[in-house]
């Protein structure tokens, strides 16, 4: 079993739709990174949190340290959202000391 | 916000020559930076840690003979793939560390050998 799980793999929606990828995870953490991966492979940083809720434009992460558990949601749907989510956690102490634990990431396609 | 670039964004190489990689921390100091390789439709892996002034630490089946790694200054790491061949050909990607817990991604780099 995967340390960190995401669900779904795939998800389809249309245009204006509110969006949520759920992220799972079973090893203690220093911190939580969501990152987004376009169709030609880059990856961008979206956010990086241990703890509450953080919000930039209609992207918001939510973590929930007792549960072990952060969702990404994504108001307000576009198409240019289209890309692939991967949730990764980071490990305790000072994350020089180690790495992050990748989850498979979920694919999102927002229809026009 | 923290930025990290890399260079090339992707380079197409003759099988036998070597690329060489650069992952810079735009506007903060990295003393780590990290390493990942990504094959298509699979998830980042880890390959090997880069610290400024020392020796990288490189993960289990990944060979440091082939994979060079360079942190020579507090902005700079490099990634130099040797005599690549077409099993090379990955999307490589850096991150830096940010005080103790904070580690911001590079775009990557799209490697093809052919």
């Known amino acids: 079993k995967n340390e960190v799980e995401q669900s779904p793999q795939n998800l389809t929606a249309q245009e204006g739709e509110f969006i949520t990828i759920n992220c799972s995870y079973s090893v203690g953490i220093s911190a939580l990174h969501w990152l987004q991966q376009h169709p030609g492979g880059g990856i961008v940083s979206l956010f990086m949190?241990?703890?509450g809720k953080k919000k930039h434009g209609r992207l918001i992460a939510t973590i929930n340290i007792q549960e072990k558990h952060s969702s990404l949601h994504i108001t307000a749907s576009h198409p240019r959202d289209s890309a692939v989510y991967i949730c990764?956690?980071?490990?305790?102490?000072?994350?020089?000391?180690?790495?992050?634990?990748f989850g498979k990431g979920t694919k999102l396609s927002v229809k026009p | 916000g923290a930025v990290v670039s890399q260079h090339p964004s992707w380079v197409i190489c003759k099988s036998g020559t070597s690329v060489k990689i650069e992952c810079r921390s735009l506007d903060f100091q990295a003393t780590t930076m990290f390493w990942y390789r990504q094959f298509p439709k699979q998830s980042l892996m880890l390959m090997a840690t880069s610290n400024e002034g020392s020796k990288a630490t490189y993960e289990q089946g990944v060979e440091k003979d082939k994979f060079l790694i360079n942190h020579a200054s507090l902005t700079l790491s490099t990634l130099t793939v040797t005599s690549a061949h077409p099993e090379d050909s990955s999307f490589y990607i850096c991150?830096?560390?940010?005080?103790?817990?904070?580690?911001?991604f590079g775009p990557g780099t799209r490697l093809t050998v052919t």
């Open positions: 991150s830096a560390v940010y005080g103790a817990y904070e580690q911001y």
């Open positions: 949190l241990s703890s």
């Open positions: 990764a956690a980071g490990s305790l102490g000072e994350v020089s000391q180690g790495n992050l634990i």
